[in-house]
T-cell receptor, first 114, second 114 residues
Framework: RKEVEQDPGPFNVPEGATVAFNCTYS??????FFWYRQDCRKEPKLLMS???SGNEDGRFTAQLNRASQYISLLIRDSKLSDSATYLC???????????????FGAGTRLTVKP | DADVTQTPRNRITKTGKRIMLECSQT?????MYWYRQDPGLGLRLIYY???????NKGEISDGYSVSRQAQAKFSLSLESAIPNQTALYFC?????????????FGEGSWLTVV
């Protein structure tokens, strides 16, 4: 079983739709969780950190469910520019700033269509 | 200009050849990393360095070596390239004293071993 698992998609949604992705992790001691965005043939960039009970940033909401060991990313009112691959990232050691142990999911591809 | 710069951006090389990927950063971060990305597998850590002369193996270090010549430079070498090292390689930096666990990636180096 992979340490971080994501539905690869692709998710194809119309503009304005609400879409949600889930990510499960295997290490119950994990403390730090993140969503990165990666455009086609580009580098990943931090979208959101997810701490404690979750985080919201404009149209994006990330939530954490420790009991079930998953995090989710909700995108409301999808824009064409949201088309990208979304990577779930987990720090399994639970030590803040211990970047050497980050585990990346394979990503979920989203395409928003007009 | 990118804060994390990788060269070359694209390279095709033959099996058995030695190849070096170079990375330089202007962010002033002490921590630097090399990852590879393969379809369906997510990003995997090859080596990381927390300071000049500090070298640590990551998840998949076999077949690779690195050198941290200065705070701003971290190079990755494939001593004898093989086809299954064909991948997209990312250099990255982070600053534990800064924005938490944010990892900043270079633009990537596409390597094809034939």
């Amino acid at each position: 079983r992979k340490e971080v698992e994501q539905d690869p998609g692709p998710f194809n949604v119309p503009e304005g739709a609400t879409v949600a992705f889930n990510c499960t992790y295997s290490n119950s001691a994990s403390q730090s969780f993140f969503w990165y965005r990666q455009d086609c043939r580009k580098e990943p960039k931090l979208l959101m950190s997810v701490y404690s009970s979750g985080n919201e940033d404009g149209r994006f909401t990330a939530q954490l469910n420790r009991a079930s060991q998953y995090i989710s990313l909700l995108i409301r009112d999808s824009k064409l520019s949201d088309s990208a691959t979304y990577l779930c990232v987990v720090n399994p050691r639970g030590e803040l700033n211990n970047n050497n142990d980050m585990r990346f999911g394979a990503g979920t591809r989203l395409t928003v269509k007009p | 200009d990118a804060d994390v710069t990788q060269t070359p951006r694209n390279r095709i090389t033959k099996t058995g050849k030695r190849i070096m990927l170079e990375c330089s950063q202007t962010k002033g971060h002490d921590r630097m990393y090399w990852y590879r990305q393969d379809p369906g597998l997510g990003l995997r850590l090859i080596y990381y360095s927390f300071d000049v002369k500090d070298i640590n193996k990551g998840e998949i270090s076999d077949g690779y070596s690195v050198s941290r010549q200065a705070q701003a430079k971290f190079s990755l070498s494939l001593e004898s390239a093989i086809p299954n090292q064909t991948a997209l390689y990312f250099c990255a930096t982070s600053d534990p004293g800064g924005a938490g666990n944010t990892i900043y990636f270079g633009e990537g180096s596409w390597l094809t071993v034939v």
